[in-house]
């Protein structure tokens, strides 16, 4: 006991002083002599060494001479060795007694080696023993050659020993993983250039080995891609979850640049993987926990095509750059202008993407031409009336159409391709819808005698279902649509009105245009004109209108009514209206720079007499009618 808490206490005492040395100067070799060497060492000593080398080391210690007095077990004076307070070995008396250490070297089992020198009181007079001496070395561990006893090898392959360390490293065709100990397949070189070629994870058919952190990249020519077939048998280890098999430890990640990565894992083979891309990526992963039996894949290429891009009907494609409709070739829509435009915003510019087609802004439906309506690309410069009105130059009123319904003359406009609006009593007769076969559209000329070779015919007409006039004493809903059997193609000469906008709005005073082939006074006489004619007329207050018809009924017996389906347009003095032959024709305003259907020619009292009005069919009023008619036919 006492020898302990004396040692204890010596060496609370050196500490400072083995510090320093350590500190000052990293001592790799070394010598120890015991106090006075070579003379006799003196009594009553207790001397303590306290030798370090770096980590990495040992030490090395040689007693080059021992010359202690002997006693038994050296128990009263002895050098002792020690590591990490274990008595590596207690000596006492000469090179050939016993208790000697020998010829061989006494290493410490790590870095740092205490020598203890004990001397007992007694021997005090008659001492003549030198003492010892002794030399230490640095000398390097050999990792390599130790096992943890837990957790097996140093280096999963290869031990490299170094002074003061070691390193591992790996056989041909692994890599060391990031842990410095194990060594991992080395599958993260490849890069597949070919157009076709085959893929498996390492050691396929057998299980992939753990640890794995494989990357294959494949990247031909921009003009392929690259599609990916995997075989059935598939089986990349996943943790069911419940959304699904989820790739917790292992998995196969497919990357293609700009879009998400796929995380493929579970037992069902992906199949076919088009990539719609000329790189693709994949990395493949495992660790130590459980087991994946593989994958095997066969990769092929294509090249992007497009094909042509789609028609435009009443308008035509620029190819602007790129080749044969390949990958990113650039082509432009447009419309036949002025007769056709797009809609504001439209796509124009459509781009072959990797996925073969022709996109634009994330859309693949090629854009519509609208037809352009209400601008004629002549204008009348001048007005005059129909009831002697004046002849329209050719292209001014290119919505104008001519009716012959059983052979009888009428009026009407193109509101769309394949629509004309006109009045439901010109398509009536005796309260029944006329057979349209008995409807002949006539457009596009000004002259009837040239307008008449080439007629039009009907596919369907559609009266208003409010229109119910057996005694032409009620003309409300005075209005009928007339499908064509094929759309017209709009040029300078044929072209739409437009139709008013929601909620446009009839100011009295403003001024119109109507139009038809109806009648006009030719000297006193009233005969159907061969010419398209038009007249300027203004539209007339609801309550002036009435009035006037008021006033009419005093002379004649019979007049229909003003319905608020209806408005009037016309001059008090008389002298200029719509008359019969026009009825069905437009009466049309400006907004704009866009004409627009106000009315339908409809009916009146004497054409152009004064102090009456012509009546026309008040178009806004029938908006959803004839978005109706025209979406469900
Ligand atoms: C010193 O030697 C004497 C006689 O040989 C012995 O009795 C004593 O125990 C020794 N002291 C120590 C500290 O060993
Ligand atoms: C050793 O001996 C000397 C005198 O011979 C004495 O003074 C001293 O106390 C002794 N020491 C021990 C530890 O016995
Ligand atoms: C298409 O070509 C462009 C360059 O012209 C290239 O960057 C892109 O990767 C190609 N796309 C594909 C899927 O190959
Ligand atoms: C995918 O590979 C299978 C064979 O594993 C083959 O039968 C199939 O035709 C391939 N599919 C395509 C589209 O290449
Ligand atoms: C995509 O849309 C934006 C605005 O919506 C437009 O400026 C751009 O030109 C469009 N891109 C193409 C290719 O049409
Ligand atoms: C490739 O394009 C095709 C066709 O557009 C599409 O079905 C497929 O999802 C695309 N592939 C990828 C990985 O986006
Ligand atoms: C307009 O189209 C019609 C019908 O297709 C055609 O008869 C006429 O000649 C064309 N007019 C012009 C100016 O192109
Ligand atoms: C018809 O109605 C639909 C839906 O209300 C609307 O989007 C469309 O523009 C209308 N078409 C016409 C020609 O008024």
């Known amino acids: 006991m006492g020898w302990t808490y004396c040692v204890i206490w010596f060496l609370f005492w050196s500490v400072s002083e083995c510090w320093q040395l350590f500190n000052s100067q990293r001592v790799i070799r070394g010598e120890v002599q015991s106090p006075q060497y070579p003379r006799p060492y003196p009594p009553n000593l207790l001397k303590q060494w306290d030798l370090w080398v770096p980590g990495g080391y040992q030490i090395q210690l040689s007693v080059t001479h021992l010359d202690i007095k002997a006693s038994w077990g050296c128990h009263q004076d002895s050098l002792s060795v020690l590591h990490d307070q274990k008595v590596l070995g207690k000596f006492c008396g000469q090179e050939n007694s016993n208790d000697h250490p020998g010829k061989e070297p006494i290493l410490s089992q790590g870095n740092s080696l205490t020598l203890i020198f004990q001397t007992n009181n007694s021997t005090a007079e008659l001492q003549q023993h030198i003492g010892f001496a002794a030399i230490y070395k640095a000398v390097d561990v050999d990792e390599c050659s130790k096992q943890d006893p837990g957790s097996g090898p140093l280096c999963s392959q290869i031990c490299v020993n170094m002074p003061g360390s070691y390193h591992c490293s790996c056989h041909y065709g692994y890599k060391l993983h990031l842990d410095q100990h194990t060594c991992l397949l080395s599958c993260d070189s490849c890069i597949f250039d070919k157009h076709e070629g085959r893929l498996s994870s390492p050691g396929y058919p057998d299980p992939s080995p753990p640890f794995l952190s494989c990357k294959y990249i494949i990247s031909v020519e921009p003009r392929l891609t690259v599609t990916l077939n995997f075989t059935d048998s598939f089986h990349i280890e ?51 926990e459980g087991l994946s039996h593989g994958w095997s894949l066969h990769y092929s290429t294509k090249a992007i095509d497009c094909g042509e891009p789609k028609p435009l009907l009443n308008g035509g494609i620029t190819f602007l750059s790129g080749l044969q409709n390949q990958n990113r070739s650039v ?29 634009s802004n994330h859309t693949d439906v090629p854009p519509t031409c609208i037809p352009v309506c209400g601008k004629p690309t002549k204008l009348i410069s001048a007005y005059q009336r129909i009831i002697g009105g004046r002849e329209a130059p050719d292209d001014t009123i290119p919505w104008q159409v001519l009716l012959s319904v059983d052979g009888q003359r009428a009026g009407g ?44 015919f009907a596919a369907s007409v559609h009266v208003h ?138 009916w009146g009292i004497d054409c152009g007499r004064q102090g009456t009005y012509g009546v026309y069919t008040k178009v806004s009023n029938y908006l959803d009618w004839i978005n109706q008619t025209m979406q469900e036919n």
């Open 465 to 602: 279902p409010g229109y119910n006039n057996p005694d032409f004493l009620d003309f409300d809903s005075n209005i009928a649509l007339i499908k064509l059997q094929e759309p017209i193609t709009f040029n300078s000469s044929i072209m739409p009105i437009c139709l008013p906008a929601e909620g446009a709005t009839y100011v009295t005073g403003m001024m119109g245009l109507v139009s038809g082939f109806g009648l006009t006074d030719f000297g006193r006489r009233r005969l159907l004109t061969n010419k398209l004619k038009y007249v300027q007329l203004p539209v007339v207050d609801q309550e002036t209108c009435t009035d006037s018809i008021t006033v009419a009924r005093r002379t004649k017996d019979r007049a229909p009514s003003l319905t608020n389906n209806m408005f009037c347009a016309g001059v008090p003095e008389g002298g200029k209206d719509s008359c019969r032959g026009d009825s069905g024709g437009p009466f049309i305003l400006r907004d704009d720079g866009r004409f627009w259907a106000a009315g339908i020619v409809s």
């Open 238 to 288: 996943s943790v069911d979850a419940q959304q699904g098999p989820r790739c917790l430890h292992h998995w196969l990640q497919v990357t293609i640049p700009d879009r998400e990565p796929m995380k493929l894992c579970g037992g069902k083979s992906p199949g076919l993987i088009a990539t719609n891309s000329s790189i693709v990526r994949l990395d493949y992963h495992t660790n130590n």
């Open 413 to 456: 406009m193109v509101i769309a391709d394949r629509w004309i609006m006109t009045a439901a009593n010109v398509l009536t007769y005796n309260g029944n819808p006329v057979l349209k076969e008995d409807v002949r559209i006539y457009m596009g000329q000004t002259d009837i005698k040239t307008l008449q070779n080439s007629p039009l």
């Open 331 to 359: 082509v432009q829509y447009h419309c036949n202008e002025p007769f056709y435009s797009f809609s504001q915003g439209t796509n124009v510019y459509f781009t072959c993407e990797a996925d073969g087609k022709w996109r």
